[in-house]
């Protein structure tokens, strides 16, 4: 008890600011807890890594929007492509339709209006190919981040009896950081898989009970834990929304739930940020 009060003695002996002016106005003396200017400092801290974090999205998202432009762009060059090519086709099925070859030459029009120039057309197709390569594989890439990101509940009707961080423990009733969101649901419903990935544990664990553990690459990984029986083998690969398990109250739980983890670069995350799909 004594230890506590000396805390809260240093967390409130105030701190004296004083602002003197390059003036003959006299100085300002400011009188602030200790806790106050640590509580400014925490806030302060916190505000500017939203901010930071802000900054990252626009910047991911102007890149986004300036390859989608670009892309937007060679579609249409290849679109104009297409149809000179098209063009050309039907000019040659409408000379190769004649019988003989006298009627072939006396129909070819030889004024310049615009006729294709067969080098160039195959240098821009070879060009609208590279382009085609480019877009898929920049598209094939952005499915795979979508589809490997955690997304949605991994279970139907539940809610959240326990959230993510520190929390009283339910049966030893110790502080602890609780590392996911226990979502309270009926026995037997079916526990899903929330992104792609290969199942990389399917087995007892301790106080987990029957526990799932998938990795979905792009750093992240997902766990489901105190499932009543699972329906996956390590090894295997699984979609979202692909059942996994069924829910149950097995290793050391109050009650049927699935505790749900997602972990991002080796680090457990709030599960909360990824249940309605915003990451």
């Known amino acids: 008890m004594y230890k506590v009060r000396r805390l809260l003695k240093k967390a409130f002996t105030p701190i004296t600011i004083m602002l003197i002016p390059h003036t003959d106005r006299k ?24 901010v930071f974090s ?9 890149s986004m929007k300036q390859k989608v432009s670009y892309y937007s762009e060679e579609f249409v060059e290849m679109k104009s492509t297409i149809a000179a090519l098209r063009m050309a086709e039907a000019e040659f099925r409408r000379l190769f ?24 057309l195959k240098q821009q197709i070879k060009l609208s190919i590279e382009s085609i390569g480019e877009i898929k594989e920049y598209l094939r890439q952005q499915r795979d981040c979508y589809v490997s990101t955690p997304k949605g509940w991994p279970v139907s009707g539940g809610h959240i009896t ?5 929390r009283e423990h339910p049966r030893s009733g110790d502080r602890q950081f609780h590392t996911g969101v226990d979502i309270a649901v009926d026995t037997g419903k079916p526990v899903k898989a929330t992104a792609d ?3 990389s544990f399917a087995n007892w664990s301790g106080g987990s009970g029957n526990l799932v ?3 979905h690459g792009f750093g992240f990984s997902t766990y489901y834990a105190h499932n009543q029986k699972l329906r996956v083998r390590v090894g295997q690969t699984v979609k979202r929304g692909d059942v996994i398990g069924y829910v149950g109250s097995t290793g050391n739980s109050t009650g049927p739930h699935v505790h749900y983890e997602v972990w991002k670069e080796g ?13």
């Open 27 to 50: 100085s300002i003396s400011i009188k602030v807890p200790s806790i106050g200017i640590l509580a400014s400092v925490i806030i302060w801290c916190i505000g500017m890594g939203y």
């Open 162 to 166: 326990s959230f993510f961080g520190n």
């Open 197 to 199: 990935g290969v199942v």
């Open 54 to 62: 802000i900054a990252i999205d626009a910047v991911e998202y102007n």
């Open 97 to 120: 339709s004649f019988e003989s070859k006298e009627k072939v030459l006396e129909s070819i029009d030889t004024s310049d209006t615009g006729s294709i120039d067969i080098e160039n």
């Open 213 to 215: 553990g998938i990795e």
């Open 267 to 279: 680090k457990p995350v709030n599960p909360s940020d990824y249940l309605d799909g915003s990451a």
